[in-house]
């Protein structure tokens, strides 16, 4: 999908690397002979994946049309991986991975432009352009492109909704809690507590099966929302997640030993259930506004109090909760859950 000119794989210096042999056969190759062997991306380029020198494997024909698009898990065994990390530089922590990864660290518009600089004259063109677009909805790269990229998916006007209603979801939540302290006379920070429920509280055996065994069923978790930019940035530079308590004195000592318990946090991109990152919490304390402000909260009216989740980011494929639905499951449970609510759920 992509030119990196910088480190852009040369053929021969990749049939001299693998010494001219087919790395998944063993077969030895004839240089001259170009229609015997091709120099194969080992992450696939559909997945958005150059062909840079990390990137790049020597295969006979038949060996590179077996492997096709398939990701390299799918098509090499766990030592030949290892073999070709060692070797080529691609990195085992993705080519080891059972799901395909996109990379999203990339220029979309040279993407877009070397994918339909490259159209033959039946390339079902509508399929292709369905599923670019579909990526780049899912991976939020709908922003990066160029206007004129833009409307040559169809996608200007599907960014601009997402702009208008981002900035008017902004302002009604402005206006909202403005109204709320012009109704009861009271000063916003103190309007703000008058917010639905901090956090929400479930049991295990309301979720999918495939869910439960993913964590075992005997953790206690919480599931977190990013509300913008802004909050995600604070909360992966102090590594701290924060949930609000309750009003009550007792709202601290009721849920203590959940909070002790509680070891992973799912976070999740406000209006993106397949945006999901997860978290090891190592610890967690209860702070008071002033000491969030110490910190640079973006919130500049802070709740009284919050218990803060110390976190550490954890290398978790997290593609079967997408695809099992956990956080339109949350929202099920309860439609208030769309708002972002934090959520736990325990044994």
């Known amino acids: ?57 020597l295969l006979s024909s038949d060996a590179n049309e077996a492997k096709s698009g398939k990701w390299p898990s799918e098509f090499y065994n766990d030592k030949e991986l290892v073999a070709l990390s060692k070797l080529t530089g691609a990195p085992l922590e993705l080519i080891s991975r059972k799901e395909p990864v996109y990379n999203t660290d990339i220029d979309v518009n040279k993407a877009v432009e070397k994918l339909f600089g490259n159209v033959r004259e039946n390339s079902h063109l509508p399929k292709l352009i369905d599923g670019l677009k579909k990526v780049l909805i899912e991976h939020d790269l709908v922003r990066a492109l160029t206007i004129q990229n833009q409307k040559m998916l169809g996608l200007a006007d599907y960014q601009q909704k997402l ?26 920070t103190e309007s703000l507590d008058m917010a639905a429920e901090p956090f929400e509280c479930y049991k295990w055996n309301r979720f999918d099966q495939n869910i439960i065994d ?19 940035e604070w909360i992966l530079s102090h590594n701290i997640y924060n949930v609000r308590l309750g009003k009550t004195k007792g ?33 967690h304390r209860e702070m008071n ?59």
């Open 1 to 57: 999908m992509l030119s990196a000119t910088d480190n852009k794989a040369n053929p021969k210096e990749v049939f001299d690397l693998f010494g001219g042999c087919c790395f998944k056969t063993g077969v030895k190759l004839n240089y001259k002979d170009t229609k015997s062997w091709h120099i194969d991306h080992i992450m696939p380029a559909k997945y958005f994946w150059p062909l840079t020198k990390e990137n790049a494997a």
């Open 163 to 188: 702009d208008d209603n981002t900035a008017l979801s902004e302002y009604e939540k402005d206006q909202t809690m403005d109204q709320i302290a012009k109704t009861y006379g009271l000063p916003q």
């Open 214 to 232: 993913f964590f075992g069923g005997d953790k206690t978790i919480l599931v977190g929302c990013t509300k913008n930019k802004k909050q995600k």
């Open 251 to 283: 709202s601290m000592e009721e849920h203590k030993e959940m909070f002790s318990r509680t070891s992973i946090l799912v976070l999740y991109e406000f209006g993106k259930p397949n945006k999901l990152a997860g978290y090891t919490i190592v610890d």
């Open 289 to 347: 506004k002033e000491e969030l402000k110490a910190l640079g909260y973006p919130n500049k009216n802070p709740r009284k109090s919050y218990m803060t989740f110390t976190i550490e980011a954890l290398d978790m494929d997290l593609s079967l909760l997408v695809n099992h639905r956990l956080i339109e499951r949350l929202i099920e449970i309860n439609p208030e859950n769309e708002k972002g609510t934090p959520v736990f759920i325990e044994p």
